[in-house]
């Protein structure tokens, strides 16, 4: 079975701290994605990793940064937390697709962020 | 960018009754895909249905896909209490997808 963990299901944070999130994929896929899902919103995706050490940002990139130094680990990191950054947060992996054909994303079970 | 847009936001049936929801997007589309959220959980990937393509069954569920107006629908027959989630479309290009807001499905036993 496919699968992709995150590293912790809750966190509280305080404002002004650093905070990673980090989310394995076992299924050896090429792209890794970070979004942020808030109600209303849906899912708005943070930054996409397409290779290791590539990334590209995504619409909502700002007051976020990422690293991907292995193939099957892609971290979030909030340089100096804010309360307007507590939310949901769903990393998913996927295959290399260019031809824009098999592109279907594996999902972790979220992260819910809580900034204080 | 939010691509894809689900009506309505919401849905309550009974159990044994069908579930329709729509998408309409905005963009050319080389797939479109459906994915169900349960309660506080990640998404989970239901089916994909090509540009190419007009209609794709899955078990239960049904996917149509109208280019021409750029609109999809998911039903969801014989509908159980398991089936209470949230519902999202997204519109897959090269390698990313883009999601709507979703549709919240209740199901009444």
């Known amino acids: 079975d496919v699968k992709v963990t995150q590293s912790s299901r809750y966190l509280v944070k305080r404002t002004g701290e650093k905070v990673f999130l980090e989310c394995v994929q076992d299924?050896?896929?090429?792209?890794m994605f970070w979004y942020r899902q808030d109600p209303g919103l849906g899912l708005r995706l943070i930054y996409f990793?397409?290779?290791?050490?590539?990334?590209e940002k995504g619409d909502i990139p700002e007051g976020y940064s990422v690293s991907r130094e292995k193939k099957e680990r892609f971290s979030l990191i909030l340089e100096s937390a804010s309360t307007n950054q507590t939310s949901m947060y769903l990393c998913?992996?996927?295959?290399?697709?260019?031809?824009?054909?098999?592109?279907?994303?594996?999902f972790g079970p979220g992260t819910r962020l809580t900034v204080l | 960018s939010q691509q894809g847009e689900e009506d309505p936001q919401a849905l309550s049936i009974q159990e044994g009754e069908n579930a329709t929801m729509n998408c309409s997007y905005k963009?050319?589309?080389?797939?479109l895909q459906w994915y169900r959220q349960n309660s506080g959980r990640g998404l989970v990937h239901l089916i994909l249905?090509?540009?190419?393509?007009r209609e794709k069954h899955s078990g239960r569920l049904r996917v149509t896909l109208d280019t021409s107006k750029k609109s999809s629908s998911l039903l969801i027959t014989a509908s159980r209490a398991a089936d209470t989630a949230s519902y999202f479309c997204?519109?897959?290009?090269?390698?990313?997808?883009?999601f709507g807001a979703g549709t919240t499905v209740t199901v009444r036993a």
């Open positions: 998913a992996s996927s295959l290399a697709d260019l031809a824009g054909v098999r592109n279907e994303q594996f």
């Open positions: 299924m050896d896929h090429e792209n």
């Open positions: 990793s397409y290779d290791v050490k590539m990334k």
């Open positions: 963009t050319s589309i080389n797939n």
């Open positions: 249905i090509r540009s190419n393509e």
């Open positions: 997204a519109t897959g290009r090269i390698n990313k997808l883009s």
